[in-house]
């Protein structure tokens, strides 16, 4: 379902035994911020009780590729999700109770991304900054302006209108773009595995795309007009509506995950 940045990230574990890899087609403008962007003001980490926390994922691909991450805790905040026993993976820096850094960081440590995130006084993301050193004529900057109906609407640094986000029940329902790709998603009554990782659900549609909060995605349309397409999540959840097992199906291939918590 959700690509997202991370997935050249995996296949740089299986770059010396395959020849190629996918990405998930957007363009992204270049710009010139490298300022990193945080939040000033620190706060307590609250820890809930009883809180059921996603352990492992174990993804297989239409191919047999499988891929693990495994998700590293400090109470309920997200350390790091890292790949395949090694130390690829994903690591967080927080500023109280919220994401405030994601640096993507390849085994052996070299940083090959860093995003950044800033908030108002109310918690809401305003500004999201990513940087790849040493290439950053592919800066990518977004803020964000709430507006009175309940979109948000997606700025470029120069005032360009990237997109405009609608939610419903909390989750984002659709994200029109100007010249990207757009989506619409429908979503189950369950628990999303990321759920109770705390501030997660503050950075779930940055980058042009979305995530679910509370819920799991079950369908995702992608695409332009009527060459959009469709992929459908079947999902298997355990007593607690957590998911067990997905089917992510596209054109009658997809990936199997399986969910440990």
């Excluded at 009780?49 to 309920?76: A, H």
């Excluded at 298997?236 to 291939?253: L, Q, R």
Aim: proline content about 3%; aromatic content about 14%; glycine content about 6%.
């Amino acid at each position: 379902m959700k690509t997202k940045l991370f997935y050249f990230l995996v296949a740089s574990l299986f770059v010396l035994s395959s020849c190629s890899s996918d990405t998930d087609g957007r363009d992204i403008e270049p710009i010139t911020k490298t300022e990193p962007i945080i939040d000033p003001k620190p706060e307590s980490n609250p820890i809930i009780d009883n809180q059921i926390l996603v352990k492992k994922i174990i993804s297989t691909d239409e191919k047999g590729l499988v891929t693990t991450i495994l998700y590293n805790y400090d109470g309920n905040k997200i350390v790091s999700k890292l790949y395949n026993d090694t130390k690829l993976g994903m690591y967080y820096t927080y500023s109280g109770d919220l994401i405030t850094k994601l640096e993507y960081k390849f085994a052996d440590g070299t940083i090959d991304q860093i995003d950044t995130y800033k908030y108002d006084g109310d918690k809401k993301i305003i500004e999201f900054f990513s940087t790849q050193p040493g290439q950053e004529k592919w800066d990518h900057y977004e803020f964000y302006v709430y507006n009175a109906d309940g979109t948000v609407s997606v700025y470029s640094e120069d005032g360009f209108k990237y997109s405009t986000i609608t939610f419903l029940n909390g989750e984002v329902s659709e994200i029109v773009s100007t010249n990207s790709p757009n989506f619409k998603y429908t979503y189950d009554t369950k628990n999303n595995p990321e759920k109770n990782i705390l501030g997660m659900d503050k950075i779930a549609f940055t980058y042009g795309e979305a995530s679910g909060v509370l819920r799991n995605i079950i369908s995702e349309t992608y695409g332009y007009g009527n060459d959009a397409k469709t992929t459908t999540l079947k999902i298997t959840y355990n007593a607690d509506g957590y998911p067990v097992k997905s089917f992510d199906n596209f054109e009658d291939t997809g990936t199997t995950k399986e969910y440990f918590y």
